[in-house]
Nanobody, 123 residues
């Protein structure tokens, strides 16, 4: 399984970015997909997760109402629309996949990880 994240960049506070995570290598019909983020010196933290069917989503409190996770099954791609960005959202964002909708906030429960994409929010 390969996950390829893209879409990061530099944006001013209050702006928007949309991250993409393209998945390949197997059938993902039973999978949960998620976004995590990490800043230097801190642990990787959960941002949002979605079931591959799209019927279930879960967000970290810090991003609720600002970020939206979605998926396009035909393209095997998961997105993270980030609005009203804050400097505290600055981080390397990683997409991840696991084979069930359990412990979706738990970093250690994920089987596959993509390489991160850097999001920088300037004040």
């Amino acid at each position: 399984v390969q996950l390829q994240a893209s879409g990061g960049g530099l944006v001013q506070a209050g702006g928007s970015l949309k991250l993409s995570c393209a998945a390949s290598g197997r059938t993902f019909s039973d999978y949960a997909m998620a976004w995590f983020r990490q800043t230097p010196g801190k642990e990787r933290e959960f941002v949002a997760a979605i079931s591959w069917s799209g019927s279930m989503t879960h967000y970290a409190d810090s991003v609720k109402g600002r970020f939206t996770i979605s998926g396009d099954n035909a393209k095997n791609t998961v997105y993270l629309q980030m609005n009203s960005l804050k400097p505290d959202d600055t981080a390397v964002y990683y997409c991840a996949a696991k084979g069930s909708w359990t412990k979706v906030k738990d970093t250690s429960s994920y089987d596959y990880w993509g390489r991160g994409t850097l999001v920088t929010v300037s004040s």
